[in-house]
């Protein structure tokens, strides 16, 4: 079953430090999504892709924040500086065309100490 | 505020009983909706969809109901095992502009199944 792959799967970083996650979608979802879920809350979405460009970066905190698909295939979150309040669950989901299909990767947890 | 919210943060029921997790949404505009299933440190995972053309679609022990009238989706989870204990989220997509669309999820619903 074809799956959304994402890393690191735990990441551990002091504030102000930079920090990176990585996620492969689906082959063949021209859609790419970054979200961020807070323990005990629903994932929120951050940026999304529609091949390389973005469609979406309404809730991207863009001061320290920044993504990009390059290549329109796999796609790479940035935080630099990391603060406190960013540590949570890095989500990337990929669709197909219209939303559907969409599938969620494992995650990354970020924790900044 | 979220469009799309449940209506019970918590759900406790005995093994092998029937589920119900109820969530409402606000957008007229949604077309589409998925309910994920996510266990502790685990990405969302996908459960069943329906769009907003169908009021009702059955899976393997699960059935989602769509009600148009009055915004509400459910989530009914048939013979209830240990292993279906889990958060549950309804998801709707919103399409805005030429967008393709993306998903505004709710809080979710805590499902603790007692043996």
Known sequence: ?113 | GESVGLHLPTLSVQEGDNSIINCAYSNSASDYFIWYKQESGKGPQFIIDIRSNMDKRQGQRVTVLLNKTVKHLSLQIAATQPGDSAVYFCAENIKSGGSQGNLIFGKGTKLSVKP
């Open chain 1, 1 to 113: 079953e074809a799956e959304v792959a994402q890393s690191p799967r735990y990441k551990i970083t002091e504030k102000s430090q930079a920090v990176a996650f990585w996620c492969d979608p689906i082959s063949g979802h021209a859609t790419l999504y970054w979200y961020r879920q807070i323990l005990g809350q629903g994932p929120e979405l951050l940026v999304q892709f529609q091949d390389e460009s973005v469609v979406d970066d309404s809730q991207l905190p863009k001061d320290r924040f920044s993504a990009e698909r390059l290549k329109g295939v796999d796609s790479t979150l940035k935080i630099q500086p990391a603060e406190l309040g960013d540590s949570a669950m890095y989500l990337c989901a990929s669709s197909l065309e219209g939303g559907y299909g969409y599938t969620f990767g494992s995650g990354t947890r970020l924790t900044v100490v």
